[in-house]
């Protein structure tokens, strides 16, 4: 990496409020089952984009097959709590337009949905990839019809579809190894919760309750026994064809 890839700057876009992350720290099983989704794809250099307050850094770090972890987070308050936390952790406090570092892998978790001009993001995730045909690893929340007040306060421009999603990686140059559609019930819990009631915010016991006692099962069902036509959210990888 170059040098610059750990100095910090301004943030340069709209970054989630922080209420995302409190309910991704009560979320253990469901970041678990992320990075198993993500793993057999996270080795050597990843660049994490969006990586808050680092939650899942350091689960990152902590994989065998990754040499180095890039931490990429527009927000100055985010940067700081990442390096308070790991203080020899490179963190890039920007986006990803950025970086001029090729990586093997990019990690980016409930990110693309603030972007407003998400397809030149997926571009330059294919710039920053396709030197080494490296992998995508996406994750963005689905279906327009749940789209709730909550969503809009947090800075979401959209919940993407399925074809939508693929349409989009396929234009920025990527051939996608993987799309579907991830956590069904929760689908159910987000529409319900927030659209239908406009919960403002989350209830960190009722995220707690969801992680340790239906969403393991919720998980099994959809890897064990079907893979569900719809989902609270979209999982992707998608690899760097080289032009």
């Known amino acids: 990496m170059k040098e610059t890839a750990s100095t910090a700057g301004p943030a340069a876009r709209a970054t989630p409020n922080v209420f995302e992350f ?6 253990g099983n469901y970041r678990a089952a992320l990075l198993r989704e993500f793993g057999p794809h996270l080795q050597g250099c990843v660049l994490e984009i969006g990586a808050g307050v680092g939650h899942l850094t350091r689960m990152l770090r902590a994989l065998g097959p990754v040499r180095q972890v ?3 987070e527009p927000d100055f308050r985010f940067c700081q709590a990442i390096q308070a936390s790991f ?3 490179p963190v890039l406090c920007g986006t990803a337009a950025a ?4 990586g093997d892998a990019i990690l980016s978790i409930n990110v ?15 710039r920053l990839l396709s030197a080494r045909s490296g992998v995508l690893c996406l994750f963005t929340p689905a279906r327009p019809e749940i789209y709730a007040p ?7 421009y959209r919940r ?10 396929r234009a920025a140059g990527f051939e996608i190894l993987g799309l579907r559609y991830f956590n069904w019930l929760g689908y159910f819990a987000w529409w319900f919760g927030f659209r239908i009631l406009k919960k403002t915010a989350f209830d960190k016991g009722a995220v707690k309750f969801y992680d340790r006692c239906l969403f393991p099962l919720v998980y099994w069902m959809e890897t064990h026994v079907a893979r569900p036509p719809f989902g609270q959210s979209l999982i992707a990888t998608a690899r760097a064809a080289r032009r």
């Open 160 to 169: 993407y579809t399925k074809p939508e999603l693929e349409t989009k990686l």
């Open 22 to 27: 409190d309910a991704l720290e009560a979320a």
């Open 87 to 89: 203080p020899d952790q």
């Open 150 to 156: 909550l969503d809009r306060q947090f800075g979401h």
């Open 112 to 126: 693309l949905e603030h972007i407003r001009e998400d397809e030149e993001e997926l571009k330059t995730y294919h």
């Open 99 to 102: 970086l001029d570092a090729a």
């Open 70 to 72: 890039l931490a990429v």
